[in-house]
């Protein structure tokens, strides 16, 4: 029997999973690792971190399968978008990768605004300039950290790094390259036009497939590391998001899903481009060829519970590690008695600013009760 791994690089922790030719599940593995905020409303990650984990996982699965790593036909990358991985010539990380929820890039922003122009922006990437996005953060190190960007002979997003790792490929896909601001995503390939308005250079840029092509294969390195067999193909894969709607079989005209992960998403698959002029949602390449998705994006949805739990529940950790469970099974637990309503208290979930359907990345959370006057 053939069988297949999917490889998710998430922002909490990578999830390897292996499936035989039918999508029956035989084995998964997990491995978290910590976010870093270095300033309030910053958000970077160690790409090591990522590699160290799905290296990890990957032998887990293995051993917890038996299945022979010759009997693996291919392997599919999913992950957090818009991510900064900056590599020196040897293929080095050069700084820790700015990810998506980052919010520190305001003024890059209005920088591509102002050197693009606000129509055409949203003409050739389908999306006004979001802090979020990546051509913001690689202006950022331009203008902030220029011996940094000196530097920089490749830049790549969190799953491709890791597809160099597995291949030595420099190589993405038009679902998480649409989330960079410089893909034509009409045309699905980088612009040159906004490349040259930012004087980024194109050779920065990895190679771009569609999510089925196979983009490498497994060296030698990687397979010693993992135990993957050497030459195992690697295909193009995609972004967390245009991934899962593949998983719900999300993928003909007019059908649509909602997902909450660190981020929270509402997300339609169309056949035709469509672009929100107001940039209220965003418009992206989708995994099926010639095809896209639109969809709108909260930042703090399962994140928001991540940061509840880190801190207001140190007793509900540690009593669920000496219990064998997960601890949010306990929050569940706690929150079932609460009443509805939660007796007005209201939480405004904008750790990270907000992108749908207020896009604004200064945007305050808070906690409060509210109350009803006489």
């Known amino acids: 029997m053939a069988y297949l791994v999917g490889i998710d690089i998430g922002t909490s922790g990578t999830k390897t999973?292996?499936?035989?030719?039918?999508?029956?599940?035989?084995?998964?593995?997990?491995m978290e690792y910590p976010m870093y905020q270095p300033q309030n409303g910053w958000a970077e990650q160690l790409p090591s971190d990522w590699w160290q984990a799905v290296s990890g996982t990957l032998k887990a699965v293995l051993e917890k399968s038996g299945v022979s790593a010759g009997d693996i036909s291919g392997i599919g990358l999913s992950g957090q978008m818009h991510g900064l991985v900056m590599l020196d010539?040897?293929?080095?990380?050069?700084?820790?990768?700015?990810?998506?929820c980052d919010q520190r890039t305001a003024a890059e922003c209005a920088e591509i605004t102002d050197k693009v122009g606000a129509k055409r922006i949203i003409e050739i990437t389908a999306n006004p300039a979001l802090t979020g996005f990546t051509a913001s953060k690689i202006l950022w190190?331009?203008?902030?950290?220029?011996?940094?960007?000196?530097?920089?002979?490749?830049?790549?997003?969190?799953k491709d790094y890791i597809r160099l790792m597995l291949t030595g490929e420099y190589a993405t896909e038009v679902s998480d390259a649409s989330g960079m601001q410089l893909l034509d995503i009409g045309k699905r390939a980088w612009s040159d036009e906004v490349l040259q308005k930012l004087d980024?250079?194109?050779?920065?840029?990895?190679?771009?497939?569609?999510?089925?092509?196979?983009?490498?294969?497994?060296?030698?390195?990687?397979?010693?590391?993992?135990?993957?067999?050497?030459?195992?193909?690697?295909?193009?894969?995609?972004?967390?998001?245009?991934?899962?709607?593949v998983g719900t079989g999300v993928v003909l005209e007019g059908q649509a899903f909602t997902t909450i992960g660190s981020s929270g998403v509402v997300y339609a698959h169309t056949n035709e481009m469509h672009i929100d002029?107001?940039?209220?949602?965003?418009?992206?390449?989708?995994?099926?060829?010639?095809?896209?998705?639109?969809?709108?994006?909260?930042?703090?949805?399962?994140?928001?519970?991540?940061?509840?739990r880190d801190n207001f529940c140190q007793a509900e950790i540690e009593t669920a590690g000496q219990m064998g469970v997960n601890p949010y099974f306990l929050m569940d637990k706690q929150a079932e008695s609460v009443p509805v309503g939660a007796e007005r208290l209201?939480?405004?979930?904008?750790?990270?600013?907000?992108?749908?359907?207020?896009?604004?990345?200064?945007?305050?959370?808070?906690?409060?009760r509210s109350f009803r006057y006489a």
């Open 17 to 30: 999973v292996l499936f035989d030719e039918k999508g029956t599940v035989i084995a998964d593995a997990l």
């Open 89 to 100: 010539e040897k293929d080095q990380v050069i700084r820790p990768s700015i990810i998506w």
């Open 141 to 158: 190190v331009r203008n902030n950290e220029p011996e940094n960007y000196a530097r920089c002979k490749k830049i790549l997003l969190p």
């Open 200 to 245: 980024i250079d194109k050779a920065l840029l990895a190679k771009v497939y569609e999510s089925p092509e196979v983009s490498g294969r497994i060296n030698s390195s990687a397979a010693a590391l993992t135990g993957l067999k050497e030459g195992t193909p690697v295909v193009g894969g995609a972004g967390d998001n245009a991934a899962a709607a």
């Open 277 to 308: 002029p107001d940039g209220r949602v965003h418009t992206f390449c989708c995994a099926v060829p010639g095809c896209w998705h639109v969809m709108g994006v909260t930042q703090g949805a399962g994140l928001s519970l991540k940061w509840f």
């Open 346 to 368: 209201l939480f405004l979930p904008y750790l990270m600013g907000e992108r749908t359907p207020h896009l604004d990345p200064g945007l305050p959370w808070c906690i409060f």
